[in-house]
């Protein structure tokens, strides 16, 4: 049996995807089989596509994505066909040492779906984020899928499934901003401006927006930044001390990733301030030099944030019902919707800095 779909997947290092045939099981014990509506484009498939996350190609990209469950497989009793539900990358296992000891935000063994989905000639592929959304059907673990209100568009609601969780639960979940906090974003894109749409959430009465391109600055502004700072152009750390009454900020989300935005990050919050690391490294990146009584004499807390400390089943619902309910704007996440065809070239535009989510519509 099975199911034959197209699908985006990343042949070899570095090459440009193809949209190809994949061959998806029938969902075995535990697993769904789940027909995509949208999945939207994220910097990690491109990571993927470059061989910076593993080598373990071809990659089936594509992990941002809502859908609606087509079939079940046994002991599955939490899911039914027809339910809309977000992918996620982290379905808790309960059994693990931090679900025992009541943290699964942190969970180390997450379940996965079994079966593998493959190429026409029968090639194993790896999907991303043990996703794998760029395609008409995909195979999940159940409790990679959460149930959300259909109210909301699928092209909006896949975006919660990584980028945009990321950044909320950044700001939300590990910064733990507060009403009245200040807060430094570095790295404006669907992530940074997800980490700003957090704070304001929050109550952040101070929200600084930092980024290299003007058009993401103002974007910035847009989900509630309340300066922002062009880094090629001032010192990002002066910059924000001087929007802080000279003190630094009490939350530093560096949605960046790189030694440079992380030094900023760490220099630019106040005493006992938080720094949070949500953009992901490349391996080759090295912390630079700074001297450990720094560490001791600023205090604090210098956290990383892997999909923002999220709990799907109590985060997704949530967040869409402040979507639903116009406190939450997600739809301005959506830059574009595009096909399956489109990905590379969704790609280039990332690359090039003209869009914040290229969201794949199927039909
Ligand atoms: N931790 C997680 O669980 C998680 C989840 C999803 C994505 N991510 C990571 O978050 C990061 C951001 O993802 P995104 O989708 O927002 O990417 P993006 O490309 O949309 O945004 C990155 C932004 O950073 C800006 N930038 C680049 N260099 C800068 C610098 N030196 N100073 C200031 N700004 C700079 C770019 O102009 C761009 O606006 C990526 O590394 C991605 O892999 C992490
Ligand atoms: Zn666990
Ligand atoms: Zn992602």
Redesign the pocket.
């Known amino acids: 049996m099975g199911h034959e779909v197209r699908g985006v997947v990343a042949p070899s290092k570095g090459a440009p995807v193809t949209v190809t045939t994949v061959q998806v099981p029938d969902p075995g014990p535990g697993e769904a089989l789940v027909a995509v509506q949208a999945c939207g484009v994220?910097?990690?498939d491109l990571?993927y596509r470059e061989g910076g996350i593993n080598n373990e190609f071809p990659f089936l990209l594509g992990h941002e994505a809502a859908g609606v469950v087509e079939a079940v497989g046994a002991g599955v009793e939490t899911l039914a066909p027809g339910d809309f539900v977000i992918l996620n990358w982290r379905a808790v296992c309960g059994h693990c040492r931090a679900c025992r000891r009541g943290k699964p935000w942190y969970c180390f063994a997450t379940h996965n779906a079994t079966q593998s989905m493959r190429l026409a000639d029968g090639t194993a592929l790896s999907p991303a984020l043990g996703i794998g959304a760029f395609t008409e059907k995909t195979l999940v673990h159940s409790g990679q899928c959460t149930k959300v209100n259909p109210a909301i568009a699928p092209e909006i609601a896949g975006l919660l499934g990584?980028?945009v969780m990321?950044g909320l639960g950044a700001a939300l979940n590990t910064g733990g901003i507060i009403r009245g906090d200040s807060v430094a974003v570095?790295?404006?894109?669907?992530?940074?401006d997800a980490a700003i749409a957090g704070a304001r959430l929050a109550g952040a009465t101070t929200i600084i927006g930092?980024?290299?391109?003007e058009r993401?600055l103002r974007w910035a502004s847009d989900f509630g930044a309340t300066h922002t700072v062009n880094?090629r152009e001032c010192d990002v750390v002066a910059a924000v001390q001087a929007y802080t009454g000279g003190f630094g900020a009490d939350v530093v989300i560096d949605?960046?990733?790189?030694p440079?935005?992380w030094r900023q990050a760490f220099f630019a919050r106040d005493l006992a301030g938080t720094v949070v690391l949500?953009?992901?490294p490349t391996p080759e990146l090295m912390v630079p030099d700074i001297p450990l009584l720094e560490f001791f004499s600023r205090g604090g807390a210098l956290k990383s944030?892997?999909?923002?400390d999220c709990l799907p089943e109590r985060d997704f619902p949530m967040l869409v019902e402040l979507h639903l309910q116009g406190r939450l704007p997600l739809e301005k996440f959506v830059s574009e919707t595009i096909t399956l065809e489109d990905v590379e070239t969704a790609f280039e535009k990332?690359q090039r800095?003209e869009v914040?989510r290229s969201v794949v519509l199927l039909p």
Request: aromatic share 6%; charged share 15%; proline share 0%.
């Open positions: 994220c910097r990690t990571h990584c980028g990321a570095i790295g404006c894109g669907g992530v940074g930092i980024d290299v391109e993401k880094a949605a960046v990733g790189r440079e935005t949500v953009g992901v944030s892997w999909y923002g990332m800095g914040l």
